[in-house]
């Protein structure tokens, strides 16, 4: 079955998740208990996030609306998402005694 969904190229965004951002971090011993991993990758996470960032590398025009905080998981994810999305806008005042589960900033295209 082949998708035929269109969207009217006059829209400035095709989709907007709102939701969650989060750093979801993978032992690289793969298998390991976790008392005995060394080391962790880490990459952007969050369903919404996840769904933001796919639909933007296929050519979608995405946006994502979500919280970090000013530290350096909410700056990892702000880098991150800044590869995919051809502006980020940042709105709203940086809480910077609040971790990145707890706050938020508003990025988009």
């Known amino acids: ?38 080391s962790f990758s880490k990459y952007l996470g969050g369903s919404s996030a996840n769904v933001a960032f796919g639909t933007a590398r296929l050519g979608v025009k995405s946006a994502m609306l979500s919280r970090v905080g000013d530290e350096q998981m909410g700056r990892f994810l702000l880098e991150t998402l800044a590869r995919v999305f051809e502006c980020l806008e940042r709105a709203g005042t940086t809480c910077a005694r609040c971790s990145t589960s707890t706050t938020v900033r508003c990025c988009g295209v």
């Not at 006059?10 to 690289?28: E, N």
């Open 1 to 38: 079955m082949q998708n035929t969904t269109s969207f009217a190229s006059d829209r400035p965004r095709d989709l907007v998740s709102i939701g969650r951002l989060a750093v979801d971090l993978y032992a690289r011993q793969f298998g390991a208990r976790l008392e005995d991993v060394s």
